[in-house]
């Protein structure tokens, strides 16, 4: 079908790459999914390949292509978007390690990887007027503590690097051959300003960098971390010779400006429309983003300082918008933990797998049955607690040794005990989501509205327990691949088929299903399991202090 045009959007999460093929009216045609490898030396170590993952992204095209039986000649844009891991090439663009093993094809710090604790503590300890952007605490998922990392435990690493690429930006460069970053990216992860602040142009703080260590990068004029910038919703460039002949596309199509996965989704969630005939209110609204981790993106036309939260960041996610983005560090990887690890969590998973269903699909079912008899599902947890900080909490408590807890452990070993576990697991999430609202709502916002996506947006139970914990109704868009859809929208918008991200983000999304939450009796319930959970976190830290 050459008689309309396609958008492409590219997701490179955690695990996989992934790709969707969707017309002008946001409609998807064709997916693909293709994992790739990721090594954990360590504890707190995760390493992936730049090659293995551009590999997976261009299976993941054209599968997506052929699934959806769409003429590569009918495909007018490509956009990128990743998680925030760190790429390091060398200045001909071939891989460098970042292993203590000193496999160059291990050239990626994955985003959740934590060995510059320290670094990001020491920054933190600087006070820099950086920090005023991501909460006022400096956090090692972000990329200048990884740099610092690098140059002070692999110096001949270092001095091999040509480039330092987020991992969205590397694959805008693989497209194209042009080594300009995404605004989104360098504001969001490496303390690039975008808007004058105090007096100051926009731009890279050499200050910075020479504070804490990396002012060789300054000396340099920032050409291994992007000496030019491109706003979202741009042109990054045409698409390549080499790489369009790798992904069976025709060269020159616009590829867009790319962005981080969770902004990608925060494009494609934020404008849907729920068609009650009123103007979309973005003060009231903030995309969920739930996968292996969460994010919690919201905008504002004026910048709003959140103790704890990144942000405010300006045009990072729209053009002249300021983004807070709140986040919980491990989520769906939390409820795989507590499954996984559960004496019947392997039962379940085969009694799945020859069901061809999720390990959550049978244990959802086992909830449906256990609670029946009770008020309401959610009164099954009320003597079983858990602080889900196992990986460390980015939002609103910006510290990354946190650690979790579970109250009200039994001896019950029973498919039953594992159901409930899981329950109060995906309440502490819950809770979490809460703790950031209230964060935001005390800093002028006015959020009673989630959209939603990912892959706990298919679990009915995590959906209700959100609905019913936050008080806020939970919107579920037309379109569920809403991370591809956005960085299909700004595929979209670079090739030139909407004049801006805002229209495209307009035009091509929609609504499904609304999740209202219960309030009444189960408001009052959570509000108490909310209570506790707070309390939690309190009793950790009088038990860190008494070890001390």
Same mark, same amino acid.
């Given at each position: 079908?050459?008689?309309?045009?396609?958008?492409?959007?590219?997701?490179?999460?955690?695990?996989?790459?992934?790709?969707?093929?969707?017309?002008?009216?946001?409609?998807?045609?064709?997916?693909?999914?293709?994992?790739?490898?990721?090594?954990?030396?360590?504890?707190?170590?995760?390493?992936?390949?730049?090659?293995?993952?551009?590999?997976?992204?261009?299976?993941?095209?054209?599968?997506?292509?052929?699934?959806?039986?769409?003429?590569?000649?009918?495909?007018?844009?490509?956009?990128?978007?990743?998680?925030?891991?760190?790429?390091?090439?060398?200045?001909?663009?071939?891989?460098?390690?970042?292993?203590?093993?000193?496999?160059?094809?291990?050239?990626?710090?994955?985003?959740?990887?934590?060995?510059?604790?320290?670094?990001?503590?020491?920054?933190?300890?600087?006070?820099?007027?950086?920090?005023?952007?991501?909460?006022?605490?400096?956090?090692?998922?972000?990329?200048?503590?990884?740099?610092?990392?690098?140059?002070?435990?692999?110096?001949?690493?270092?001095?091999?690097?040509?480039?330092?690429?987020?991992?969205?930006?590397?694959?805008?460069?693989?497209?194209?051959?042009?080594?300009?970053?995404?605004?989104?990216?360098?504001?969001?992860?490496?303390?690039?300003?975008?808007?004058?602040?105090?007096?100051?142009?926009?731009?890279?703080?050499?200050?910075?960098?020479?504070?804490?260590? *990396?002012?060789?990068?300054? @000396?340099?004029?920032? =050409?291994?971390?992007?000496?030019?910038?491109? #706003?979202?919703? $741009? %042109? &990054?460039?045409?698409?390549?010779?080499?790489?369009?002949?790798?992904?069976?596309?025709?060269?020159?199509?616009?590829?867009?400006?790319?962005?981080?996965?969770?902004?990608?989704?925060?494009?494609?969630?934020?404008?849907?429309?729920?068609?009650?005939?009123?103007?979309?209110?973005?003060?009231?609204?903030?995309?969920?983003?739930?996968?292996?981790?969460?994010?919690?993106?919201?905008?504002?036309?004026?910048?709003?300082?959140?103790?704890?939260?990144?942000?405010?960041?300006?045009?990072?996610?729209?053009?002249?918008?300021?983004?807070?983005?709140?986040?919980?560090?491990?989520?769906?990887?939390?409820?795989?933990?507590?499954?996984?690890?559960?004496?019947?969590?392997?039962?379940?998973?085969?009694?799945?797998?020859?069901?061809?269903?999720?390990?959550?699909?049978? *244990?959802?079912?086992?909830? @449906?049955?256990?609670? =029946?008899?009770?008020?309401?599902?959610?009164? #099954?947890?009320? $003597? %079983? &607690?858990?602080?889900?900080?196992?990986?460390?909490?980015?939002?609103?408590?910006?510290?990354?040794?946190?650690?979790?807890?579970?109250?009200?452990?039994?001896?019950?070993?029973?498919?039953?005990?594992?159901?409930?576990?899981?329950?109060?697991?995906?309440?502490?999430?819950?809770?979490?989501?809460?703790?950031?609202?209230?964060?935001?709502?005390?800093?002028?916002?006015?959020?009673?509205?989630?959209?939603?996506?990912?892959?706990?947006?298919?679990?009915?139970?995590?959906?209700?327990?959100?609905?019913?914990?936050?008080?806020?109704?939970?919107?579920?868009?037309?379109?569920?691949?809403?991370?591809?859809?956005?960085?299909?929208?700004?595929?979209?918008?670079?090739?030139?088929?909407?004049?801006?991200?805002?229209?495209?983000?307009?035009?091509?999304?929609?609504?499904?299903?609304?999740?209202?939450?219960?309030?009444? =009796?189960?408001?009052?319930?959570?509000?108490?399991?909310?209570?506790?959970?707070?309390?939690?976190?309190?009793?950790?830290?009088?038990?860190?202090?008494?070890?001390?």
């Amino acid at each position: 079908m050459t008689e309309q045009s396609f958008y492409v959007g590219v997701d490179v999460g955690t695990g996989s790459a992934r790709a969707g093929v969707f017309d002008r009216s946001g409609r998807l045609y064709g997916i693909g999914v293709q994992p790739f490898e990721t090594w954990n030396p360590e504890p707190d170590f995760y390493e992936q390949s730049s090659d293995q993952i551009w590999d997976a992204v261009v299976a993941a095209l054209r599968a997506a292509l052929e699934s959806g039986d769409v003429d590569p000649a009918g495909v007018a844009g490509v956009g990128f978007d990743a998680a925030c891991s760190l790429v390091v090439l060398d200045a001909d663009g071939a891989p460098v390690t970042v292993s203590r093993s000193g496999d160059d094809d291990r050239n990626v710090i994955v985003w959740m990887d934590h060995r510059a604790t320290e670094q990001a503590a020491a920054i933190t300890r600087g006070g820099d007027d950086v920090l005023r952007y991501v909460g006022g605490v400096m956090s090692p998922e972000m990329q200048t503590p990884k740099l610092l990392w690098l140059k002070q435990n692999m110096p001949q690493v270092w001095q091999r690097a040509g480039g330092f690429f987020d991992l969205a930006d590397f694959l805008a460069w693989r497209a194209t051959g042009i080594s300009a970053r995404s605004l989104c990216t360098t504001v969001c992860k490496w303390t690039y300003v975008a808007s004058e602040t105090r007096g100051a142009e926009p731009g890279w703080r050499a200050a910075y960098f020479e504070a804490i260590g *990396l002012g060789d990068l300054a @000396e340099e004029g920032y =050409a291994r971390i992007g000496s030019a910038v491109s #706003a979202v919703g $741009d %042109l &990054h460039g045409p698409l390549s010779e080499e790489a369009a002949d790798q992904l069976g596309l025709r060269a020159g199509i616009a590829v867009a400006v790319p962005v981080i996965d969770a902004h990608a989704g925060g494009i494609g969630l934020l404008g849907t429309d729920v068609g009650d005939g009123e103007a979309i209110d973005l003060s009231k609204r903030l995309a969920l983003i739930c996968g292996t981790s969460t994010c919690h993106m919201a905008v504002s036309p004026d910048p709003r300082y959140v103790e704890g939260v990144w942000g405010p960041y300006y045009s990072a996610l729209l053009p002249g918008m300021w983004l807070t983005e709140g986040g919980q560090t491990a989520t769906g990887a939390l409820l795989d933990h507590v499954i996984g690890s559960h004496h019947r969590g392997e039962e379940l998973a085969k009694q799945a797998a020859h069901r061809g269903v999720t390990v959550h699909d049978v *244990l959802n079912e086992q909830l @449906e049955q256990l609670t =029946a008899s009770l008020d309401f599902p959610a009164a #099954a947890t009320r $003597d %079983l &607690h858990v602080l889900p900080y196992f990986h460390g909490n980015r939002s609103p408590r910006a510290d990354a040794s946190l650690r979790g807890m579970v109250a009200g452990l039994s001896l019950d070993d029973s498919v039953d005990g594992l159901a409930v576990l899981y329950l109060a697991a995906i309440q502490s999430l819950a809770y979490g989501t809460r703790h950031i609202l209230e964060s935001l709502n005390g800093a002028g916002y006015a959020i009673d509205t989630m959209i939603a996506t990912g892959g706990s947006a298919h679990n009915d139970v995590y959906l209700r327990e959100h609905a019913d914990a936050t008080g806020c109704r939970i919107i579920l868009p037309k379109e569920a691949e809403a991370v591809l859809l956005g960085a299909a929208m700004l595929a979209a918008s670079a090739a030139g088929a909407y004049s801006s991200v805002a229209e495209a983000m307009e035009g091509m999304s929609g609504i499904r299903h609304i999740v209202e939450p219960a309030g009444g =009796a189960v408001g009052e319930y959570h509000h108490k399991k909310y209570a506790v959970f707070k309390r939690m976190y309190d009793d950790f830290t009088a038990y860190r202090a008494l070890m001390a």
